[in-house]
């Protein structure tokens, strides 16, 4: 008779895990540097390259700051509002509702966004719950790239492998700041600490079994060449930002040289630059003075005082506005954004004429990264159930709308859609197209099945009342017991 030895997981990292990390490694390094500048764009922290020309060497120390970048992004990113999901057959989504609010994914998803945005992709990484109970769902957890990388398989459009190192967990016994990886395959997710010796010891392995990579990547700006994804603070609009702080650091200068209109003097002597006690009076005292007591020269010619015109900041305006011009036309964003107006103010018509790039921009956005969501959230079902959900059953994210129409015209146009046969009055979709939110949405039903439960409660008892008249007064002598008006 023979037994079978269980498989135990290995304590150490194989050959091909480390040859694995190795490239992930190199991978998630080569793209730091590129990532942290753009974060440093978004974050008004940039260094901007002087050209020595025009800056003396007393100001080197000014920085100036213009945050058209972090304008651009987070006008895109705020129309991208998350508010629900739903089974495509509309059947009940309490299980994914119960998903999302436990991850807390309607305010963790425009971090998720964030970072797409200003980097150009961001991850979004499943596993199960650590509450330690059966029932915990699992958990959904935006991951930033400067953290995480993965090998991407184009034709199958999932990732084969994945590694996240950041700072070791707080329920793994690690040195304070000491740093961990976490190496995601199809069948397993790997923990690993640094050793003194420079390689990797094995702390924890979740065989999970799943045969995918349990990391979705949410991509900004793919091409058929590039599934990486690109950023929105593209080279164009780094180059006009630098351009901007140069312009803005020349008006400060200007400011501190030329602010005060220059004075000259021709054919005084020099006693006009003297105090009473003969010194010479510094440069700030002459100039300051509001009356020069100039004395007649030797031929008796008094001098001549004139200043030069003061310095006019006007150029340098019409520059940055031109910059904000061209910075509107890279984001697809409205001039009024970056702070350029005019002296017409636009009508409503037009503001919103301006805004239809921006609106389609947000759009296929919205696409794209509502594809990750439901992606990921099938990974949590499947981490959850312990199988692959049903294919037939797709899941649907629902946003709020990117466009900016008012009120009345969403009402008008969902009232001439039921008026005219179209959608049914009491139909989800017809709500959804009036502008409600999807919270109230869900009480617009509630109200509605309490509505139809207390019609329904009343019109029974309507009938069982005049149920019981009807036999009350088929019953033989009731009038003669009655004395005919109800009395004994």
């Known amino acids: 008779m023979t037994t079978s030895i269980p498989d135990l997981p290995l304590l150490t990292l194989s050959d091909d895990e480390l040859a694995l990390i190795h490239v992930l490694r190199a991978d998630l ?22 050209l020595g020309i025009s800056i003396p060497p007393q100001l080197k120390g000014l920085h100036t700051v213009i945050g058209w970048p972090r304008v651009g992004v987070e006008s895109l990113e705020e129309r991208l509002d998350l508010e629900a999901f739903r089974w495509k057959d509309g059947s009940d989504s309490s299980e994914l509702d119960e998903i999302a609010e436990a991850n807390d994914l309607f305010d963790e998803s425009s971090l998720a966004h964030l970072d797409a945005l200003v980097y150009g992709r961001g991850y979004l990484a499943v596993g199960s719950g650590d509450c330690g109970s059966d029932v915990c769902p699992p958990l959904i957890s ?8 993965v090998l991407w398989d184009a034709r199958i459009r999932m990732s084969t492998a994945a590694l996240r190192e950041c700072a070791a967990d707080t329920y793994i016994e690690a040195g304070a700041g000491e740093r961990m990886l976490v190496l995601y395959l199809p069948d397993q997710t790997v923990m690993a600490l640094p050793t003194p010796s420079g390689g990797w010891e094995v702390v924890h392995r979740d065989m999970h079994g799943l045969g995918v990579v349990p990391v979705v990547r949410m991509a900004n700006r793919q091409r058929t060449a590039d599934r990486i994804g690109k950023s929105e603070i593209t080279p164009e609009v780094m180059s006009i930002t630098d351009a901007a702080c140069r312009r803005l650091m020349g008006m400060e200068v200007a400011a501190e040289f030329f602010g005060a209109p220059q004075r000259y003097i021709l054919g005084a002597s020099e006693s006009a630059f003297q ?28 001098p001549n005082v004139g200043q030069f015109a003061a310095h006019d900041p006007t150029g340098m305006t ?27 103010p636009a009508s409503a018509d037009a503001i919103r004429s301006t805004e239809a790039k921006l ?32 294919k037939a059953r797709r899941i649907e994210t629902v946003w709020r709308n990117p466009a900016t129409p008012t009120v009345a015209a969403q009402v008008d146009a969902t009232v001439k859609l039921v008026q005219a046969g179209v959608l049914p009055a009491d139909s989800d979709v017809t709500l959804e197209m009036a502008g409600l939110t999807e919270g109230q949405r869900q009480r617009v039903a509630a109200d509605r099945r309490r509505s139809s439960a207390a019609a329904t409660g009343g019109g029974l008892m309507a009938r069982l009342a005049a149920l019981n008249d009807q036999s009350a007064a088929s019953l033989p002598g009731v009038s003669e017991v009655t004395g005919g008006n109800g009395g004994l």
């Open 275 to 302: 105090d009473p006690e003969g010194n010479a009076k510094s440069a700030w005292e002459t100039y300051i003075g509001r009356v020069l007591a100039l004395e007649r020269d030797e031929d008796g010619n008094v």
């Open 29 to 50: 390094l080569r793209d730091r540097w590129d990532l942290q500048v753009r974060d440093a764009y978004f974050n008004g922290e940039q260094l901007i390259r002087d």
């Open 359 to 390: 609106v389609k921009r947000s759009e296929r956005r919205i696409r794209r990264f509502g594809a990750a969501w439901q992606q990921a959230m099938r990974l949590a079902l499947w981490v959850r159930d312990g199988e692959p959900p049903d």
């Open 142 to 149: 935006a991951e930033s790239p400067l953290d995480m990388t």
């Open 318 to 344: 019409k520059i940055i506005d031109l910059y904000a011009r061209i910075m509107s036309a890279q984001f697809g964003l409205p001039p009024h954004m970056l702070g350029y107006t005019t002296d017409n």
